[in-house]
């Protein structure tokens, strides 16, 4: 889809800019008290500052209303949206209404920086959308009407191949595209004037993204659109009901009727860890502690408690460090208005910061203490603002101390309990691709990231060594018939892939090849009982041979490309582990735990659990709002669930964890609702335990991979493609100060990087595109970007050894006047430990990238604006900037190492 704005407009209304965000993936339901939060805060904030404004006065507003103007429509007739939202803020008669998350967003937006902003729903678009004069022709219904209307010849309009969008430029929009709690994809417009600057558009732009990928869990594309870039192109997955797509071998025998199931949508509803539920960084306790004393101190009677307090950042640091709706939440009870009694609370903080008041606050750890603290060591004043928040500053002193104890802060949330995540789960026999190389970086990633929060974690690998895609693959091998045994690993896997791609086409196409495989796949759960007894001592709990009719050699030739082909894929496999920086504590293989969940389908089956249907063993889940899936089928197999269920009771005999954690695409989401139900009736204190996180699929500019055609990028080639653009990129730039070697473990490092910060970075569980470009963009938000950021602080750590410098961080001092590059750092650095919290506490390691790359930007405006060393060997000035960049160092390090990303020292 293209977004177009015609080179009339530029040439009719020249510096005129259009800000624009495809929004991918999100999740626009239910209410967000922080974006709604900062719309009242904003609508206060223009009431007052607009009192005495005659609002067409703002060149802002005025210039919209020449344009109106231009294209015949009176602006007493005919308000930019912009105008209207702002006349309304200044009347204050009633609050700008809550119609859902992004339409807050975008008002919030537009109050805050004077621009028109609005959105549009892209799943209801048709075609490309453009911004061009109408012709008098086009037809639609805006939003608030019920009739058909027709433009007026010559006004700007918004359109798509159906009719207008948007009315007279940001006038009015259609019924038809506009925003609803149902949107998925979405294009966000914010709108310039031709004086303005585009500073501020970027601002917002800016703004408006941090929102969207913290609140929304969305992918996001953004662009200026102007008279040198007049169009963006950008492409999205079309929101649709996603099922599951069962194997009809996997369902009932072959020519028999294939049983309908009902499909169910998949349930929106946000995955939290129960390890860390009630977790909190030791800096909100603190002001929580206050806020509760202040409160209890004027109202001791009032029964507020310790968990009613919420503290959130504020979007301006304007409005402080923290702030909190306390006093809006409990106003009706104490009956005094809001706003008294957010000044009556910021007034008893602020006695207790002048007065050194000190009162103690619990620590998490494995039995909780109370430690103490002085409010004015932590707060530096509070300050009541309308409609009724608190808004809360840090002392500088206290963010000056908070850089000696990153990035670890004292390990202030330690949970203790122990913890298992399955991840990767590739198949032997089919290639390693984009996608396994996604799930292995999201698994690893939370793993470390539950470790640094006190978890013991315990990674667990479940591969597919039998089913249908191992006999497809060795009837490929069967008719390639060739000798691999001198090859290199790469040409082996490949060479199963290409295997694996003829027998997944001819099982399609060709009748009699699909009757060959069925009974291969007899012969594969054989040949793995017989691989098992030989390499582990298994003791089989199935005679898969009882279903057999094939004479030994047949059995012997099937198990012999069999170990063949497992034993290459697992070597593979691993190969490609060390590369992504993971490793496994235990490796569950389907053709083990298949014969453990046979045995619970089994129980369940006498217990009605389960049920007969067409000789296949199937689990009823209508009467859950679920639907009916298939555990054994009609030819005394198990099926992927049957082996799922077997799997759980046999990951918690090797590992008795308090929580296990599943991680694999989204495309089988409801595959797990139903498995989970099960796991409930049959084993309740394991899936009391259980959850399962679906994250998007990785796609290509040319859309979805498939190992069926072979069309797929594999792992390896991605890492090597990786390497060869950054070999471009980095040409000549200085790699002949380094061996063959060091560029080679530097090139290696930085495109795993790449890779794992391009899918990272992107909120789960939204689809990924993965751009080859942007990954490798050092001056972008890419993995080789904060590498590059921790390579620069690094050398101005080393230059300062190198004259001697000397500095102690966690005792460090600074008696100047603060500049407001070192106060950002300085505010960045305090909230690394509670960006890791929500993490892990939501399963987002995107909220570590974004902060990662805030920080970056941050440093680097620092390190441009202002002298570190300076010419002199030691100086007040130099220390704490050295202080301030070894902190960072610090943080992007440990940061990237909870990404799985390891730094370079050089670059």
């Not at 965000?21 to 206060?44: C, F, H, P, S, W």
Request: with cysteine; glycine share 6%; aromatic share 10%.
């Amino acid at each position: 889809m293209k977004f177009i704005i015609i080179n009339q407009i530029f040439e009719k209304y020249p510096g005129v800019e259009i800000g624009v965000i495809v929004i991918k993936g999100m999740d626009n339901t239910g209410r967000n008290e922080e974006i709604l939060k900062l719309l009242r805060i904003e609508e206060a904030n223009q009431k007052m500052l607009l009192a005495e404004t005659e609002i067409g006065s703002l060149p802002e507003i005025s210039q919209w209303r020449e344009i109106y103007r231009s294209f015949g429509s009176h602006p007493k007739d005919y308000r930019s949206s912009v105008e209207s939202l702002l006349r309304r803020a200044r009347a204050g008669n009633k609050e700008i209404p809550h119609i859902n998350k992004l339409v807050d967003l975008y008002n919030y937006l537009s109050l805050k920086f004077h621009l028109p902003a609005g959105a549009e729903d892209l799943d209801k678009v048709k075609g490309d959308i453009r911004l061009t004069f109408a012709s008098g022709n086009e037809e639609g219904i805006t939003i608030g009407s019920t009739q058909p209307e027709k433009c007026d010849p010559g006004e700007v309009i918004y359109q798509d191949e159906e009719g207008f969008i948007c009315r007279k430029w940001n006038w009015r929009e259609a019924d038809r595209t506009k925003i609803d709690k149902e949107t998925v994809n979405a294009v966000l417009v914010v709108e310039k004037a031709p004086s303005l600057s585009r500073e501020k558009l970027s601002e917002a732009l800016e703004e408006a993204e941090q929102h969207i990928k913290m609140h929304f869990k969305a992918g996001t594309e953004s662009a200026i659109l102007s008279q040198n870039k007049q169009s963006i192109e950008f492409s999205f997955e079309r929101a649709k009901k996603e099922h599951l797509k069962e194997n009809k071998q996997d369902l009932i025998k072959s020519g028999e009727r294939e049983k309908k199931v009902k499909k169910v949508p998949e349930k929106s509803k946000t995955a939290v860890n129960p390890l860390l539920e009630n977790a909190e960084v030791s800096t909100d306790k603190k002001i929580k502690s206050a806020l509760l004393s202040a409160f209890q101190k004027l109202y001791p009677d009032s029964g507020i408690r310790y968990g009613d307090i919420k503290l959130e950042h504020p979007s301006s640091k304007n409005y402080g460090d923290y702030s909190s709706n306390l006093a809006m939440i409990t106003a009706s009870k104490i009956k005094v208005k809001p706003i008294e009694l957010a000044e009556k609370i910021s007034q008893q903080l602020n006695k207790y910061i002048g007065s050194g008041q000190s009162m103690s606050y619990s620590t998490y750890s494995n039995d909780y203490t109370g430690s103490k603290f002085i409010v004015s060591d932590v707060l530096e004043n509070v300050k009541a603002v309308l409609p009724g928040f608190i808004n809360i500053f840090l002392a500088e002193k206290y963010l000056i101390s908070q850089m000696g104890r990153a990035p670890d802060y004292g390990k202030s949330v330690k949970t203790g309990k122990k913890m298992i995540i399955e991840f990767t789960d590739p198949n032997p026999f089919k290639e390693f691709h984009i996608g396994h190389v996604y799930s292995n970086s999201v698994g690893e990633s939370i793993a470390r990231i539950n470790e640094e929060l006190g978890a013991k974690v315990a990674r667990a690998n479940y591969f597919g060594d039998v089913g249908m895609h191992v006999a497809k693959s060795i009837w490929g091998m069967k008719k390639l018939a060739k000798n691999m045994d001198n090859k290199s690993l790469t040409q082996k896997v490949k060479y199963l892939g290409e295997a694996y791609a003829i027998g997944a086409t001819a099982f399609e196409e060709d009748e009699k090849a699909k009757e060959e495989m069925n009974k291969i796949n007899y012969l594969v759960f054989v040949a793995a009982q017989d691989y098992m007894q030989k390499k582990m001592k298994w003791e089989p709990r199935i005679n898969y041979r009882q279903f057999v009719k094939a004479d030994e050699k047949e059995i012997q030739e099937v198990g012999s490309l069999f170990q063949k082909g497992r034993e290459w894929s697992l070597a593979y496999f691993e190969s490609i582990y060390r590369r992504l920086g993971a490793k496994f504590d235990y490796y569950y293989p389907e053709s083990i735990v298949g014969e453990y969940g046979l045995q619970i389908v089994k129980e369940g089956l006498e217990k009605g659990i389960f049920e007969k249907s067409e000789g296949a063993t199937v689990f009823r889940g209508e009467k859950y709002g679920l639907h009916t899936r298939v555990f054994i089928n009609a030819l005394g197999l198990p099926t992927y669930e049957t082996k799922e269920l077997g799997l759980a009771p046999t990951k918690y005999k090797d590992f008795q964890y308090d929580f296990s954690m599943i991680v694999t695409a989204k495309e089988i989401n409801e595959y797990f609702q139903v498995l989970l139900k099960v796991l409930s009736l049959v084993k309740p204190d394991l899936a009391s335990k259980t959850r399962h996180l679906g994250h998007g699929l990785v796609k290509l500019p040319e859309g979805k991979m498939s190992s069926r055609t072979g069309k797929i990028i594999s792992g390896e080639a991605l890492l090597e493609m990786v390497k060869t653009k950054l070999k471009e990129r980095l040409h000549n730039t200085g790699s002949d100060n380094y061996t063959k070697a060091e560029s080679e473990l530097i090139l290696e490092k930085t495109a795993v990087a790449a890779i794992k910060y391009s899918l990272l970075k992107v909120a789960l569980p939204a689809d990924i595109v993965f751009d080859l470009e942007k990954s490798v963009n050092f001056e972008g938000d890419s993995g080789p970007y904060l590498q590059y950021t921790y390579a620069r602080c690094r050398s101005v750590l080393r230059k300062a050894e190198d004259r001697g410098i000397k500095y102690m961080v966690s005792s460090i001092k600074y008696g100047k006047k603060l500049n407001e590059e070192e106060k950002d750092l300085l505010r960045t650095f305090y909230q690394f430990e509670e960006v890791v919290l929500e993490a892990g506490r939501n399963f987002l390691p995107s909220a570590i990238a974004a902060y990662l790359y805030g920080l970056a930007q941050k440093y680097n405006v620092f390190y441009s604006k202002h002298l570190i060393l300076g010419n002199q060997k030691q100086n007040q000035a130099s220390l704490f900037r050295l202080a301030l960049t070894h902190t960072t160092s610090k943080i992007i390090k440990k940061g990237l190492w909870l990404l799985g990303i390891e730094t370079v020292e050089r670059m």
